[in-house]
């Protein structure tokens, strides 16, 4: 068991960060776009796309929230070692981890203030995969329309409203990563 | 070659997760400026450690970086930054604004349009577009949060009233998806029309201010103006007199003490692109031969 903790980090930590954050950053600027990161190898059922999020934006400082499968005695050795984030619960999470339906309620996460709208947590949401297809996203970062298999529309539009407060999404999948900044909008289906 | 003395691109991991966790919260709010823990850069504030911090936690290997000082490349400051990251992280280096995958630019936006795929990382020395109408804080930040941008319309409206027009010429302030006002760096404001809808990712960096703000792509940005007052992108009205070009940004340069003057594009890649392409301009004279 120990062993599977110490494994499926990064093997060159600055590199491969480097090369995720970016395909995160793009991730993020161009809402409902699909990108590949690769580098990381974490315990099951959490997907290697989380694990590279986890591995280039989590250290000590950001309290991380598991929340249903994700939240296992492998994934917990997993994060103190390679991380060090301390486990939270949601509503003092940073990040948080897990699929839409085990990180319901969202409206426990934190949004920000007012004054600092960036003090907020990004939700990391694991799906069976991603795809193109689903509501239209429009707002900064796209020219026209993106679309997105989201796993609900009425709490991101919920998200939509509070702006500039809310929580941003990062949808894991495989090896595959879409961004849904708080700016999006979300069409009503 | 990278230095083997320095991380890949000089700063250490947990400071680039840091920068990299504030711009990705500058993405989803564009144009609110995000505190950062700004740390000690082996160059002076005012040379760019905002900037510098923010190429760093974005630059990958695979990246040609380009430096441009007002525009251009050859300025201590562009020469010296861009020789940074050719050391520190062994990254290709251009001076050629198609070629960049990232550029790093200190008070100007490339003539030459931004692609998709291309990030902008401006240097920032003051980002509150505010502060010096109001020097607290606490206020400037409740004012933002409040949406209370009446002082600066006042400011542009004092400008009318004194000269007659808006005499704000760099450093135009912005408004973000009608919802922040920004302080697009001291770019000049023919530069403004340039930030709004860009396929490009835009990234500002205050080092000494530790301030990190963004513009994803395709984020409408607007420069402040009245209805009977619009703005307009302004420039000097002349031709570059080197390459001849009409429609860029140009820089007065004293040529002698009989009150004899040249205008020559602030953009040197875009000029001597142009040059290489035969246009001439009034004072171009080609460099003589080199003696064999």
Same mark, same amino acid.
Request: one cysteine or more.
């Given at each position: ?189 | ?12 991991? /947990? &400071?680039?997760?840091? !920068?990299?966790?504030?711009?990705? +919260? ?6 609110? *400026? $995000? @505190? ?67 550029? /790093? &630019?200190?008070?100007? !936006?490339?003539?030459?349009?931004? +692609? ?6 401006? *240097? $920032? @020395? ?167």
């Amino acid at each position: 068991m120990i062993a599977d903790a110490l494994a499926g980090g990064f093997t060159e930590a600055p590199v491969q960060s480097a090369r995720a954050f970016r395909e995160v950053l793009e991730a993020m600027a161009r809402p409902g776009t699909i990108r590949r990161v690769v580098g990381a190898l974490p315990p099951a059922p959490v997907s290697v796309a989380a694990g590279v999020v986890l591995l280039t934006l989590c250290d000590g400082t950001t309290p991380l929230y598991l929340a249903g499968a994700a939240d296992c005695a492998a994934m917990r050795d997993w994060v103190a070692f390679h991380i060090g984030a301390p486990l939270v619960t949601a509503e003092y999470a940073a990040f948080a981890l897990g699929r839409w339906e085990d990180l319901n309620p969202i409206t426990r996460f934190r949004v920000g203030q007012p004054d600092y709208p960036d003090r907020s947590a990004t939700l990391i949401v694991e799906q069976d995969k991603l795809t193109n297809q689903g509501p239209a996203l429009t707002g900064p970062g796209i020219e026209t329309a993106n679309w997105l298999n989201l796993p609900e529309t009425a709490a991101f539009r919920a998200n939509r409203a509070l702006f500039p407060l809310g929580f941003d999404t990062i949808f894991t999948a495989g090896d595959q990563i879409a961004g849904l900044p708080r700016s999006t909008r979300v069409e009503a289906i | 070659m990278t230095d083997e003395a320095y991380n890949f691109a000089y700063l250490d991991e /947990q &400071t680039k997760a840091m !920068i990299r966790r504030a711009i990705l +919260k500058g993405i989803a709010v564009p144009g609110y *400026q $995000v @505190p950062f823990a700004s740390r000690e850069m082996p160059m002076p504030y005012g040379w760019g450690t905002g900037g510098v911090q923010v190429t760093a936690a974005c630059l990958v290997p695979e990246d040609r970086l380009k430096v441009i000082d007002q525009g251009a490349d050859d300025t201590t400051n562009a020469v010296s930054i861009r020789k940074f990251f050719a050391r520190t992280a062994g990254v290709a280096t251009t001076e050629r604004t198609v070629e960049a995958t990232m550029i /790093q &630019t200190r008070h100007r !936006i490339p003539e030459v349009p931004m +692609k998709a795929g291309q990030i902008l990382v401006f *240097q $920032v @020395p003051i980002p509150e577009p505010l502060r010096f109408l109001e020097p607290r804080e606490a206020e400037t930040r409740k004012m933002h949060e409040l949406e209370e941008y009446g002082l600066m319309h006042v400011k542009l409206y004092e400008d009318i009233a004194r000269h007659g027009q808006i005499a704000t010429s760099y450093a135009y302030p912005v408004k973000v998806e009608g919802r922040y006002v920004m302080d697009p760096s001291p770019i000049p404001k023919f530069d403004n029309p340039k930030l709004s809808c860009s396929p490009a990712i835009q990234l500002f960096g205050a080092g000494r201010e530790q301030r990190i703000y963004a513009l994803p792509p395709w984020t409408k940005v607007e420069s402040l103006d009245f209805d009977d007052h619009p703005f307009k992108a302004t420039k000097a009205a002349h031709d570059c007199d080197l390459c001849a070009a009409g429609d860029s940004y140009l820089d007065e340069v004293i040529i002698d003490d009989q009150g004899g003057r040249m205008f020559v594009c602030s953009d040197t890649d875009f000029c001597a692109g142009r040059r290489a392409k035969g246009h001439k301009g009034r004072l171009w004279a080609p460099e003589p031969e080199a003696a064999e």
